[in-house]
């Protein structure tokens, strides 16, 4: 597996674009750290641990939320409720708490107000 994950590692970062697969580089480079044994902080790549002065990486999640969850938590930081969420991009409420319960559960959180948080310290909201 580790042979595999370099060869797809090294792939990734000769052609970031015309790489074939959707694997995030620092999802890779997690898993190679992982790998060797190094221990990796939570929510961070080992390439952010390394240099302790560098921004995290913007999607350092292991599962990196989609357009569309981002979207949500960039309202759910404006302050909008879920109703007003769900009329803003004319989806139903319950597809808009599915999404709040799937960006909780990627962020590792359990409130608004910690998504929030979370989401800032990740450098997935600007300031």
Same mark, same amino acid.
């Given at each position: 597996?580790a /042979?595999l994950?370099?060869?797809?590692?090294e792939?990734?970062?000769k052609?970031? @674009?015309?790489?074939?697969?959707? %694997?995030?580089?620092?999802?890779?480079? @997690?898993?190679?750290?992982?790998?060797?044994g190094e @221990? %990796?902080?939570?929510? &961070?790549?080992?390439a952010? &641990?390394?240099?302790?002065?560098?921004?995290?990486?913007?999607?350092?999640?292991?599962?990196?939320?989609t357009?569309?969850?981002?979207? /949500?938590?960039?309202l759910?930081?404006?302050?909008?409720?879920?109703?007003?969420?769900?009329? @803003?991009? /004319?989806?139903?409420?319950?597809? /808009?708490?599915?999404?709040?319960?799937?960006?909780?559960?990627?962020?590792q959180?359990?409130?608004r107000?910690?998504?929030?948080?979370r989401?800032r310290?990740?450098?997935l909201?600007?300031?």
């Amino acid at each position: 597996m580790a /042979v595999l994950l370099a060869k797809l590692h090294e792939r990734s970062r000769k052609r970031p @674009r015309a790489a074939s697969t959707n %694997v995030p580089l620092a999802y890779i480079e @997690r898993l190679l750290a992982l790998l060797r044994g190094e @221990r %990796v902080q939570e929510g &961070t790549s080992p390439a952010a &641990t390394s240099s302790p002065s560098a921004p995290a990486p913007a999607q350092s999640l292991l599962d990196p939320l989609t357009e569309r969850e981002l979207e /949500v938590l960039r309202l759910i930081a404006a302050g909008l409720s879920n109703r007003e969420i769900a009329a @803003r991009l /004319v989806l139903a409420l319950s597809t /808009v708490k599915s999404y709040v319960n799937t960006i909780y559960s990627k962020l590792q959180v359990e409130s608004r107000t910690q998504a929030v948080a979370r989401a800032r310290a990740l450098h997935l909201l600007s300031e």
